[in-house]
């Protein structure tokens, strides 16, 4: 499976992006596609996560009500709707693919390369 993640920007507190993930190869046996994020000095966590139907999704507290993860799955895309951003979303953002929603970053067996968000106040 290849991901390829895009969108990323230099915008304004309170400002929206939408991220994309582009996604190849066996995505029929890793599904589930997980956004991640890494500010400097943090360690990777879980944003959000999308089941390969798409009926199922998973918020971390930090995002929830602010981030939408929606995906179509006719052109195998992967989007993160960033809403009412704040300078503490700043990260590199990474897609990820698993067999199911995980929050744990372990289970993820694919990653594409990270695209950088930066929320300046």
């Known amino acids: 499976v290849q991901l390829q993640a895009s969108g990323g920007g230099l915008v304004q507190a309170g400002d929206s992006l939408r991220l994309s993930c582009a996604a190849s190869g066996r995505t029929f046996s890793y599904p589930a596609v997980g956004w991640f994020r890494q500010a400097p000095g943090k360690e990777r966590e879980f944003a959000a996560g999308?089941?390969?139907?798409?009926?199922?999704?998973s918020y971390a507290d930090s995002v929830k009500g602010r981030f939408t993860i929606s995906r179509d799955n006719s052109k195998n895309m992967v989007y993160l709707q960033m809403n009412n951003l704040a300078p503490e979303d700043t990260a590199v953002y990474y897609c990820?693919?698993?067999?199911?929603?995980?929050?744990?970053?372990?289970?993820?067996?694919?990653w594409g390369q990270g695209t950088q968000v930066t929320v300046s106040s």
């Open positions: 999308i089941s390969g139907s798409g009926s199922s999704k």
């Open positions: 990820a693919a698993s067999s199911r929603i995980e929050m744990n970053r372990r289970q993820y067996d694919y």
